[in-house]
């Protein structure tokens, strides 16, 4: 066998946000005709690397060798001009178009189209790989496997050498998932080069011939696939532990206030989002949720929350007053009346549950503008609410009637969090309360729920850092793909466990 | 049998202007901008089309009827296009809203049409007096031999130039759009500006381009009403809701270019058969004259009740496109 060229070379390369360094100085190497597996958890820097060799970002410092050439990579473009194409998780195709005219879209050429040649071209290029591709079709009569053999062979047929794929199984059956490896080692034994961004160390094993780990932005190594173990590999993802001291403090008298009874929950494609659910919600107990993201933790909240309908199984509510409610038969705005809250913080921080254009008076009376019989709206309450979270939490903000959306993310979550919490719940739920918050703001909010921890709320918190987790929480429910793989106790258990269980093989089970 | 060769004749004359306010309002929306000025365009290109004509006929001792259709007809396409710039200036390069802009151009193109129109008569001598003739008769020549063939004739070859342009206009539009590179990237600009950036596509240039011309063929309908029908000259308010019809023709057409060419002419027809059913009075003229409306619904629902993704307008139609907005 030749000895193998590298394709691509990243040396040194950083990348920063601001303040958060996204990416500091990785190196990579790709060879060609092999499969690169790029490991991490979330926020680990892997789609932001990716994004750096495919033109969307431009790196702050380091080099970037394609073939041993060193270039810039200034725009989507000039990746394009060097042969390397990304495919992303979201893809980019026209609906009403077919699939040869989406894959030719934007191509330079003969003015007049003779689509009956380009067909014929892609079922060349299709029959070379393997694909199954019916170029006439259009896309909106695809499935979400097709659609993604439609973006790799629009590549594909743009000249690339360097494939790089952002987490391209996450959307597809294991069938489908199969099928693509199939190709993908069509193409390696082509002599294209391959990158996979993934977190499913199954399919790290099964398919890559190297794999380079990333963990909060910093290079941790590359090692040989042949001579990996899930556990070495977790190891290197998670990495040792790193005390926080955040102030835990043990529960007192636990009472059980939720009771979710084997959910199950179906999203719009017919695909089981969670996944024969139950687990129990005690009072002054903090419940951490963990998992890679999309693994069902936004939907059992918002199931709990009367927000997704839940297809089978059952919801219960014991509030403190000794009566029971079923959760899962009642509307999202009467779960609200009794007690049971959730903050959710998206990526963007701001869709759900506060409008950015609004001020912060305007946001808190989204909550109370029904309360009361007057057919005037009552301004002072939540005026005099909102100074009230200005002060308590220390929200840096000029004025009470400045558009939440001019706030720094930290503000603003402290005034998601602020108000549900004002409203004296007696379940309260936060998704990712401290996404994209430094560290002084991340301990507000810890402080936050622990208060409420010890006036006796039952919170259930989905948190992404698996440091936080483990300092911050009582009990940790581990998710992966809708099913729960444990419910350990956070303070036996160690990152790694967690770590395991985020990546377990659910499919194997059954 | 007279009456109805009269009825047909009418019903196309009546149609070409509409089926060039159709032929550029499809081009402007497949870019994705949602241009109602269009109506007050028309008015643009048509006023400067017959001041073009009206000072060169001045100028000129002995004007030739051939040159005053060349000068009219490249006046009537700059100050058309002239209207559609502004138009994308404002939604593509600023981002304004479409509906906002689209109604202030009609607004803006209906006055500026019917001032520089008295202006235009008050030079001519007085109201209504303005005339070109010379160069309606150019607009207004028969195709010869041909137009003497019976019924046929009459019908289909008695029509002015402008009639033959905006069906050719047309076909090539629809030929532009499915087979070629170009109309392919304008479709995907109107369907998904992201997608078309992402592969490469200038999104702004495809829309400003494709609004300007489109604003430019719509102009070219001024131009027919007011040569070809008026016979060169000019009232207030002349051209009245054949723009508003020609956007209904657009959706009555699902888009597609070939359907706006006999949609124009029924809509054409529908619009004057008050004219020609014996026996209504005031009150039941006004009903008839709610027929191109009326149709106009019942397409819309059917197209919906189908739900065929190849009847839906551009999905992103009347969306300003900013590539930094995830």
Same mark, same amino acid.
């Given at each position: 066998?030749?000895?193998?060229?590298?394709?691509?070379?990243?040396?040194?390369?950083?990348?920063?946000?601001?303040?958060?360094?996204?990416?500091?100085?990785?190196?990579?190497?790709?060879?060609?005709?092999?499969?690169?597996?790029?490991?991490?958890?979330?926020?680990?820097?892997?789609?932001?690397?990716?994004?750096?060799?495919?033109?969307?970002?431009?790196? !702050?410092?380091?080099?970037?060798?394609?073939?041993?050439?060193?270039?810039?990579?200034?725009?989507?473009?000039?990746?394009?001009?060097?042969?390397?194409?990304?495919?992303?998780?979201?893809? /980019?195709?026209?609906?009403?178009?077919?699939?040869?005219?989406?894959?030719?879209?934007?191509?330079?050429?003969?003015?007049?189209?003779?689509?009956?040649?380009?067909?014929?071209?892609?079922?060349?290029?299709?029959?070379?790989?393997?694909?199954?591709?019916?170029?006439?079709?259009?896309?909106? !009569?695809?499935?979400?496997?097709?659609?993604?053999?439609?973006?790799?062979?629009?590549?594909?047929?743009?000249?690339?050498?360097?494939?790089?794929?952002?987490?391209?199984?996450?959307?597809?059956?294991?069938?489908?998932?199969?099928?693509?490896?199939?190709?993908?080692?069509?193409?390696?034994?082509?002599?294209?080069?391959?990158?996979?961004?993934?977190?499913?160390?199954?399919?790290?094993?099964?398919?890559?011939?190297?794999? &380079?780990?990333?963990?909060?932005?910093?290079?941790?190594? &590359?090692?040989?696939?042949?001579?990996?173990?899930?556990?070495?590999?977790?190891?290197?993802?998670?990495?040792?532990?790193?005390?926080?001291?955040?102030?835990?403090?043990?529960?007192?008298?636990?009472?059980?206030?939720?009771?979710?009874?084997?959910?199950?929950?179906?999203?719009?494609?017919?695909? /089981?989002?969670?996944?024969?659910?139950?687990?129990?919600?005690?009072?002054?107990?903090?419940?951490?949720?963990?998992?890679?993201?999309?693994?069902?933790?936004?939907?059992?909240?918002?199931?709990?929350?009367?927000?997704?309908?839940?297809?089978?199984?059952?919801?219960?509510?014991?509030?403190?007053?000794?009566?029971?409610?079923?959760?899962?038969?009642?509307?999202?705005?009467?779960?609200?009346?009794?007690?049971?809250?959730?903050?959710?913080?998206?990526?963007?921080?701001?869709?759900?549950?506060?409008?950015?254009?609004?001020?912060?008076?305007?946001?808190?009376?989204?909550?109370?503008?029904?309360?009361?019989?007057?057919?005037?709206?009552?301004?002072?309450?939540?005026?005099?609410?909102?100074?009230?979270?200005?002060?308590?939490? !220390?929200?840096? &903000?000029?004025?009470?009637?400045?558009?939440?959306?001019?706030?720094?993310?930290?503000?603003?979550?402290?005034?998601?969090? $602020?108000?549900?919490?004002?409203?004296?719940?007696?379940?309260?739920?936060?998704?990712?309360?401290?996404?994209?918050?430094?560290?002084?703001?991340?301990?507000?909010?810890?402080?936050?729920?622990?208060?409420?921890?010890?006036?006796?709320?039952?919170?259930?918190?989905?948190?992404?850092?698996?440091?936080?987790?483990?300092?911050?929480?009582?009990?940790?429910?581990?998710?992966?793909?809708?099913?729960?793989?444990?419910?350990?106790?956070?303070?036996?258990?160690?990152?790694?466990?967690?770590?395991?269980?985020?990546?377990?093989?659910?499919?194997?089970? /059954? | 049998?007279?009456?109805?060769?009269?009825?047909?004749?009418?019903?196309?004359?009546?149609?070409?202007?509409?089926?060039?306010?159709?032929?550029?309002?499809?081009?402007?929306?497949?870019?994705?901008?949602?241009?109602?000025?269009?109506?007050?365009?028309?008015?643009?290109?048509?006023?400067?089309?017959?001041?073009?004509?009206?000072?060169?006929?001045?100028?000129?001792?002995?004007?030739?009827? @051939?040159?005053?259709?060349?000068?009219?007809?490249?006046?009537?396409?700059?100050?058309?296009?002239?209207?559609?710039?502004?138009?994308?200036?404002?939604?593509?390069?600023?981002?304004?809203?479409?509906?906002?802009?689209?109604?202030?151009?009609?607004?803006?193109?209906?006055?500026?049409?019917?001032?520089? $129109?008295?202006?235009?008569?008050?030079?001519?001598?007085?109201?209504?007096?303005?005339?070109?003739?010379?160069?309606?008769?150019?607009?207004?020549?028969?195709?010869?031999?041909?137009?003497?063939?019976?019924?046929?004739?009459?019908?289909?070859?008695?029509?002015?130039?402008?009639?033959?342009?905006?069906?050719?206009?047309?076909?090539?539009?629809?030929?532009?759009?499915?087979?070629?590179?170009?109309?392919?990237?304008?479709?995907?600009?109107?369907?998904?500006?992201?997608?078309?950036?992402?592969?490469?596509?200038?999104?702004?240039?495809?829309?400003? @381009?494709?609004?300007?011309?489109?604003?430019?063929?719509?102009?070219?309908?001024?131009?027919?009403?007011?040569?070809?029908?008026?016979?060169?000259?000019?009232?207030?308010?002349?051209?009245?809701?054949?723009?508003?019809?020609?956007?209904?023709?657009?959706?009555?057409?699902?888009?597609?270019?070939?359907?706006?060419?006999?949609?124009?002419?029924?809509?054409?027809?529908?619009?004057?058969?008050?004219?020609?059913?014996?026996?209504?009075?005031?009150?039941?003229?006004?009903?008839?004259?709610?027929?191109?409306?009326?149709?106009?619904?019942?397409?819309?629902?059917?197209?919906?009740?189908?739900?065929?993704?190849? &009847?839906?307008?551009?999905?992103?139609?009347?969306?300003?496109?900013?590539?930094?907005?995830?």
């Amino acid at each position: 066998m030749e000895q193998l060229e590298n394709a691509i070379e990243l040396k040194n390369v950083t990348k920063r946000f601001g303040k958060v360094i996204a990416n500091d100085s990785v190196y990579l190497t790709v060879k060609k005709g092999e499969i690169l597996s790029i490991l991490g958890e979330n926020g680990s820097g892997k789609t932001t690397l990716m994004n750096m060799l495919s033109g969307i970002y431009f790196p !702050d410092e380091g080099h970037i060798l394609v073939e041993g050439k060193e270039v810039t990579i200034q725009s989507p473009k000039d990746a394009f001009d060097l042969g390397i194409g990304m495919i992303h998780q979201h893809f /980019k195709l026209v609906d009403v178009l077919t699939a040869a005219e989406n894959i030719i879209l934007g191509l330079p050429g003969k003015g007049a189209l003779n689509m009956a040649q380009v067909e014929k071209d892609i079922k060349e290029l299709t029959e070379k790989y393997g694909f199954d591709l019916n170029p006439a079709q259009k896309i909106y !009569d695809m499935s979400v496997s097709q659609k993604q053999t439609v973006e790799i062979v629009k590549v594909l047929y743009r000249g690339a050498n360097l494939l790089i794929l952002d987490e391209p199984t996450a959307v597809l059956t294991p069938q489908e998932a199969d099928k693509l490896f199939a190709v993908l080692r069509n193409m390696k034994n082509a002599g294209k080069s391959i990158i996979i961004i993934t977190h499913k160390l199954q399919e790290v094993l099964a398919l890559s011939d190297r794999v &380079t780990v990333l963990r909060k932005g910093k290079y941790i190594g &590359t090692v040989e696939t042949s001579e990996a173990t899930v556990e070495s590999l977790t190891e290197m993802m998670v990495g040792g532990k790193v005390s926080l001291d955040i102030h835990r403090a043990d529960p007192v008298d636990p009472e059980c206030r939720l009771k979710i009874e084997d959910a199950t929950c179906v999203n719009h494609e017919g695909l /089981k989002i969670l996944n024969h659910v139950s687990f129990e919600a005690n009072s002054g107990e903090i419940l951490g949720i963990a998992g890679i993201a999309g693994s069902g933790q936004k939907e059992l909240l918002e199931a709990i929350a009367g927000l997704q309908h839940i297809r089978s199984g059952k919801i219960s509510y014991y509030p403190q007053d000794g009566s029971t409610h079923t959760l899962s038969d009642m509307k999202a705005s009467q779960i609200r009346n009794l007690g049971v809250h959730m903050s959710f913080v998206p990526e963007d921080r701001l869709g759900m549950g506060l409008v950015g254009k609004m001020d912060l008076t305007d946001n808190m009376m989204l909550r109370s503008y029904q309360e009361g019989s007057n057919p005037f709206l009552d301004r002072e309450t939540p005026k005099n609410l909102a100074k009230e979270i200005v002060e308590k939490l !220390d929200v840096v &903000t000029p004025s009470i009637s400045t558009p939440v959306g001019r706030l720094s993310g930290g503000n603003v979550q402290k005034v998601l969090v $602020g108000r549900e919490i004002a409203s004296d719940p007696e379940v309260l739920m936060v998704a990712y309360p401290v996404r994209g918050l430094d560290i002084n703001s991340s301990y507000t909010i810890y402080n936050l729920l622990n208060e409420q921890k010890e006036k006796g709320v039952a919170l259930i918190c989905v948190i992404e850092d698996l440091d936080v987790i483990l300092e911050l929480c009582d009990r940790i429910l581990v998710m992966n793909n809708g099913h729960i793989t444990g419910i350990r106790d956070a303070r036996k258990t160690t990152k790694e466990e967690i770590g395991m269980l985020m990546t377990k093989n659910t499919e194997e089970e /059954k | 049998m007279s009456v109805i060769l009269v009825f047909l004749q009418k019903a196309i004359a009546q149609g070409v202007c509409m089926l060039f306010g159709a032929s550029g309002e499809i081009m402007t929306e497949k870019s994705g901008n949602l241009n109602l000025g269009i109506p007050g365009i028309m008015y643009m290109g048509g006023i400067a089309g017959l001041m073009g004509a009206f000072f060169y006929e001045g100028a000129v001792e002995n004007p030739s009827p @051939v040159i005053g259709l060349i000068v009219s007809a490249i006046c009537a396409i700059l100050c058309a296009g002239l209207g559609g710039l502004i138009y994308s200036v404002l939604t593509v390069t600023l981002r304004a809203n479409q509906n906002v802009v689209g109604l202030a151009l009609t607004t803006f193109g209906v006055g500026f049409g019917n001032f520089f $129109g008295g202006s235009v008569s008050k030079l001519a001598g007085g109201v209504g007096q303005i005339s070109v003739a010379t160069t309606a008769s150019a607009y207004q020549a028969k195709v010869p031999l041909i137009s003497e063939i019976p019924f046929i004739g009459p019908v289909l070859f008695s029509n002015g130039v402008l009639t033959y342009v905006a069906v050719a206009l047309a076909i090539s539009l629809a030929y532009f759009l499915k087979k070629t590179r170009t109309g392919l990237n304008l479709r995907a600009v109107g369907e998904s500006p992201a997608t078309a950036d992402a592969a490469g596509i200038n999104v702004n240039r495809y829309k400003y @381009v494709a609004t300007v011309l489109g604003a430019a063929i719509a102009g070219l309908g001024g131009l027919n009403f007011v040569m070809e029908y008026l016979g060169g000259t000019w009232t207030n308010d002349c051209i009245g809701d054949r723009g508003w019809l020609a956007i209904a023709i657009v959706i009555f057409a699902v888009w597609n270019p070939i359907n706006v060419i006999w949609g124009s002419f029924l809509f054409g027809a529908l619009s004057i058969l008050y004219l020609y059913v014996p026996g209504l009075n005031r009150g039941s003229q006004e009903l008839f004259k709610m027929l191109p409306y009326l149709v106009t619904i019942l397409v819309l629902i059917f197209t919906s009740f189908r739900n065929k993704r190849e &009847t839906q307008p551009p999905a992103s139609l009347g969306v300003a496109y900013f590539r930094e907005e995830r």
